[in-house]
């Protein structure tokens, strides 16, 4: 059997909306995009959508935005991408990394409190919700991220490159932060190909971003050329860039996000089969869902191979390449990348639940097209590879969260678990 890592599920109207774009001659940003952009904020609850090229782009866009600058400081965690972090660089601002939780790959309160303790003089954080699963943004007694960053006077940019569709309680994030920047890449929830939208509640940083996104230019290709004034006319307000979104994407992102509920059950269908399959495997860690099932997009589902299995994470991802099992890891910390570790002299020891997950985490396939029966030779083969050998024995430490949530895993059915 050969199981990719990631495939695009393209079962809707991608095909359609992609031949009304090349029959209407116009292929860059125009209607499609205008309407993906006001569909799209409609959806999270959010009042300004700014669609773009990438994802990076949106958080380049994000940062400039709010006027980070040279010398500012800005925490982003160390497990996610690089692009969380370089775009903090390209302002000639400073990056500060900070921890996540073992168990969820979140930036939890608690570590956000004690970082803004540590650095007093941050202007924002890059939020990761990472793999799909929202930070906590509010907690009973007004501690939760946003009371927090309020509270210290610390912007919120929301990096959900993993997290549409995601909420948190009964909202979608999108709506929470300062601005929220998705992604549309290939392996997201919902493609375009390449692909991201900057979404905002704020009118002044949506005016700006638009205007950033092409250029600097004060009105956009679209509105030149079909407004009445006379079409060649324009300004340059600033030096902008060139991020705007073509309608060819535009086109398979109406047709994804008309599916987009659909394409996250598919995936929440493979995360509950690993959950049940793989929860009595005691040489692994599974990811922690703590709010419910559903509010969660799935896009990874990242385990953790402890360091007392039989096999390390290295020989793991090996015989599953063997068996035709697609593979990743999410990620190797940034505090690992020569550029941040020589630039910032960053010590592992600052980040230890993060060194923790990056030794032992593969991610595995995880999409709607992922049927029984490749689910069930998946969970074959990493039982037949991890069945509860270890090289020494061991016990999840008491009232841990992962032990807490290995007994609820064995306790409950997964529906059940769906209220925890
Ligand atoms: C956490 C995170 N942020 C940002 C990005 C950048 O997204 P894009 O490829 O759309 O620029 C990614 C890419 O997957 C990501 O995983």
């Known amino acids: 059997m050969n199981i990719p890592f990631s495939k695009v599920s393209i079962t809707g109207n991608e095909s359609k909306y992609i031949e009304e774009v090349l029959k209407s001659g116009w292929l860059t940003t125009a209607s499609k995009a205008l ?8 959806y999270v609850g959010a009042k300004y959508a700014c669609a773009v090229n990438s994802c990076t782009a949106a958080l380049h866009l994000a940062v400039e935005a709010i006027g980070i600058g040279p010398g500012d400081k800005v925490l982003v965690p160390t497990l996610t991408f690089t692009a969380s972090a370089e775009v903090v660089r390209y302002m000639g601002a400073d990056p500060v990394f900070i921890d996540v939780e073992y168990g969820t790959g979140l930036v939890s309160p608690a570590i956000l409190k004690k970082a803004l303790l540590e650095f007093p003089d941050v202007k924002a954080i890059i939020l990761v919700h990472y793999a799909g699963q929202a930070a906590e943004m509010k907690v009973a007694g007004g501690e939760g991220i946003l009371d927090l960053c309020r509270k210290h006077n610390v912007k919120i940019i929301e990096d959900a490159a993993h997290a549409f569709p995601t909420k948190f309680g009964d909202k979608f994030i999108g709506s929470f932060g300062d601005i929220t920047c998705f992604s549309f890449y290939a392996n997201k929830t919902i493609t375009t190909g390449e692909g991201g939208m900057l979404v905002t509640n704020d009118e002044a940083i949506y005016k700006r971003a638009k205007t950033m996104r092409l250029h600097g230019i004060n009105r956009d ?9 006379s079409s060649w006319e324009y300004d340059v307000i600033e030096p902008g860039f060139k991020y705007n979104m073509p309608d060819l994407n ?6 994804q996000l008309e599916k987009a509920e659909f394409l996250r059950e598919g995936r929440q269908r493979c995360a509950e089969y690993y959950f049940r399959e793989l929860s009595d495997l005691i040489s692994i860690d599974l990811p ?7 509010n969660h997009s799935w896009h990874i589902f990242p385990i953790i191979i402890r360091p007392e299995a039989s096999l390390s994470r290295n020989e793991f991802i090996e015989e599953m390449s063997n068996e035709g099992i697609g593979v990743s890891v999410h990620y190797k910390p940034i505090h690992r990348m020569t550029y941040y570790k020589q630039t910032y002299n960053l010590n592992p020891m600052d980040y230890p639940n993060a060194e923790r997950i990056w030794k032992g985490t593969v991610s595995l396939p995880i999409y ?3 049927k029984e029966e490749g689910l069930e030779f998946i969970c074959q083969k990493i039982k037949s590879l991890l069945d509860n050998r270890l090289n020494y024995f061991f016990y999840p430490e008491e009232n841990s969260k992962v032990h807490m949530y290995r ?7 997964p529906k059940q678990l769906n209220n925890h």
């Open 250 to 255: 535009a086109a398979i992102g109406l047709a």
């Open 288 to 294: 922690i869902c703590y709010g419910p099932i559903e």
């Open 368 to 370: 709607s097209d992922l």
């Open 35 to 42: 309407k993906f952009e006001q569909l799209f904020a409609q």
């Open 407 to 413: 007994k609820i895993l064995l306790d409950n059915t």
């Open 221 to 229: 290709i679209w509105d030149r050329f079909t407004s009445i004034k």
